[in-house]
């Protein structure tokens, strides 16, 4: 035996573990976000209401264009609320998922949101526009890789998507006990693989190996005070297309400065597959905060 498979095998799992094929799984990461930041979201959502943003003020407006509000893990519609009236005001129209709990499958969740996507579209004769929230915007990234016909640009709000799973521990350690704990409310899709790299279905897929990009617009908005997700992870690699806020991930769908992203993004022109940057956010360059 070589030292390299001696070091190798000091390196394996305990006993315990070796009935678990699922247990050490390298596309999910563990990270050390600041979770107690989290605690602090409904400041968020005063700043939303006390900003000119809430309003509207200076913001371009829709003209009726469709939009699909997809929530975050263990979220649903409800959370989607204050950013689905606000839209409207706005001058889109502004569609809920119809996900009541964000905890089920994510491959048969993409699959329920590509069939309403489809309808939508049917009734409103225009490709829509997504906004995904946390595991929303890796869904909205699926869809796009699958029926990117159907979508006009997709915007991912505190989106891990750069990994298929890159986040706190509290939070996995929840999506295990999902699987553990199924029933008729929470979890009833999963399987021991779900929402690991050990999956062979395409969501999975879309996540680890994505297709060439589609013609579809893609921007994503990100946080370095999120205490779920790490901000890294969070980020398109063309700079162009992200902006940063300062908000927790939870504030995201509650932010005024994310709303006022999303405005900008929603009305961006677009230039063939690429959209244009002329008068949009940037993000600042991708290293740690040293503040």
Known sequence: MTSRQFEDDEALPPEADYDNPFAHDPSVELTTTPLWREAGWGLDWVKLRWSPVFYGAGLPRGQQEPVLLIPGFMAGDALMLELHRWLKRMGYR?????????????????????????????????????????????????????????FDRIITLGSPFRSMVKAHPAVVGIWDQLKRAQGGLIGRNLHASCGTGHCMCAFVRNMLDPKPRAQVAQFAVYSRHDGVAEWTSCIEEDERNNTEVQCTHIGMVFHPEVFRAIAQRLAQPLTGSRPATDGTPKRSKEEPDER
Do not use: F
Request: aromatic share 4%.
């Open 94 to 150: 502004s569609y809920l998922s119809n996900i009541t709990w964000n905890n089920d499958c994510p491959d048969r969740t993409a699959k329920m949101l590509a069939q309403r996507a489809l309808r939508i579209k049917q009734e409103t004769g225009m490709p829509l526009r997504l906004i995904g929230h946390s595991l929303g915007g890796m869904l909205a990234k699926s869809l796009v890789q699958d029926h990117p016909s159907l």
